[in-house]
Nanobody, 123 residues
Framework: QVQLVESGGGLVQAGESLRLSCVIS????????LGWFRQPPGKEREFIAS????????TYADSLKDRFSISRDTAQNTVFLQIDGLRAEDTAVYVC????????????????WGQGTQVTVSS
């Protein structure tokens, strides 16, 4: 059974940085895309970034690529999301996922999800 467990969220001040982690178990990672989404209160899930497990090729949402950075540690089966210069509008539940088929930025294309970690930014 594939499991994704996120951690690293919390309450932070605007301007600070966070590094979120997602530990993945029960997956073979062959040709896998791992990604991060976020869901602000009352809004739809939004694509942030993805990374290929083998090769580490990254893709970012255009509006977020300046402050967000995705990486992975294959030895620890972990995907990271570094967020710099946090803003109040970054407040959301951040969720990692494994991609299925379909367009990269559509949540419907991703078929395995973690429970998420809450990030709250106070201004």
């Amino acid at each position: 059974q594939v499991q994704l467990v996120e951690s690293g969220g919390g309450l932070v001040q605007a301007g600070e940085s966070l590094r979120l982690s997602c530990v993945i178990s029960g997956h073979t990672f062959s040709n896998a895309y791992l990604g991060w989404f976020r869901q602000p209160p009352g809004k739809e899930r939004e694509f942030i970034a993805s990374i290929t497990w083998f090769g580490g090729l990254t893709t970012y949402a255009d509006s977020l690529k300046d402050r967000f950075s995705i990486s992975r540690d294959t030895a620890q089966n972990t995907v990271f999301l570094q967020i710099d210069g946090l803003r109040a509008e970054d407040t959301a539940v951040y969720v990692c996922a494994i991609k299925g088929s379909g367009a990269m930025t559509r949540a419907e294309s991703w078929n395995t999800w973690g429970q998420g970690t809450q990030v709250t930014v106070s201004s």
